[in-house]
């Protein structure tokens, strides 16, 4: 227990629990608002009733979502001032700024127009409604990019240099569009993307085995299948050109995440190990299944290098990233999860090719409804696996090869760290049940089919004005049916 004396590691626990806890609720909010786009898009083209109770459904999940958000991410950002204030001193012009942008460009409109996607159904023309759900939209993902954009500026600082212990920004666009930017932000928009369609797909297979609301839920899960043809392999590809960049920009993340021990020069052929058993004491692997050139084609397409890849014994041990076995094998989950759900999808779409996606046989589909509902979660447990891999595997560094992680930390009594901590994994307790109880109770009553539909004009007064020419069907969505 001798971490709790350790201000700096109690510090570090009390970031990545706020971090994980955290990114739960905007991964959904992220990507479930680009499905309510889709859905009230189809019902203001098609005025099928269907489209929008889909919209007013899935945007209960989406406010829930929303809240917790909100109320888990507050401390984290006041540890910048509080846990982190030599980091936040020097590295705050730029920090300061992004986090700034976040706040008042993503999160402000975000919030903005949320009530009128919320509550301005029957208050405001559908028209305007809608390019409010899109703002929303646009003002999460914003988010996703300004957070994205400064931690990826922590992995490969750029448009700048230290000056006497400060980081001064040279060119300011250079060190937003630093190496990692891009690959990173679509690497995270598209996880946040792809597990919202998994997690809205679960559900409707949930609904789908219980025999409720079938047919209405039939059609969120084709539309999330037809989504997931193409985000799911792209996800991959994207995957994969992150990984690039840490071969060629963070070495010694790449061999933590390989468990590679020892250096394989250029011109030689490395091999991927599969599953292993790192041992840092020993500075080996104790046991491990490996597939002979499986890193060379992984990282180059082809079976020797054209440069070396970096063994952890190039650099000291208070050089490298610690905890190996758990860098290691959360990227090995991250990964597979990524093409177990690529493996779901292709099933998916081979059902629905045969016809067994129709709306008479898509109950008959248990299985693959029952592997829809385990899969819901997994995208949440990629993501969180993911950025373990990703900021774990930056340690010792907080700035990568500029300011170490010890040196960014405050100087504070060891107790009144593990005070907050014990608070603030309270309060996430709290959170956490209260997001399950409401977010069940949401499930479990299910759609709200009788609400009234926006721009139905009643019929005794187009009888009386004649001033339409084709009247649609009020009546609830069940009724029609």
Known sequence: MEFLSNTVA????????TAIFH????????GMSIYLIVVEGLWLKTRNPAYYYHARFWSKLYLLNFGIGVASGLPMGFQFGTNWAPLSEAVGDFLGSILGF???????????FLGIMMFGWERVNPAIHYISTILVAFGANLSTFWILTANSWFQTPAGGEMVNGKFVIHDYFQAILNPFMLNSFLHM???TLETSLFVIGGISAWYILSGRHQDFFAKSFKIVLAVAIFVAPLQIYIGHL???QVYHYQPTKLAAMEAQWETVPAGQSANWSVVALPNSKAEQNDWEISIPNGLSYILEFKSKLSQPVLGLKEWSPQDRPPMIGLIYYS????????FFLAGLMGWSLLQWIRGQLSDTNITQQRWLMRVWVLAAPLGYIAIEAGWIVRCVGRQPWTVYGEIRTADAASHLPAVEVLTSLSLITVLYSFLFISALYFGSRIIRKGPDLSLPIPGIVEKEEVFLTGSATHIPDSRPLEAQQ
């Open 10 to 17: 109690l510090s570090r626990i009390q970031f990545a629990l």
């Open 23 to 30: 990114m739960l609720w905007p991964v959904l909010t992220t």
């Open 102 to 112: 976040e706040g008042s460009m993503a999160f402000m409109l975000e919030a903005s």
């Open 189 to 191: 928009f598209f996880a």
């Open 242 to 244: 992150s990984g690039d």
């Open 331 to 338: 990227f090995r989950l991250m990964v597979g999860i990524g």
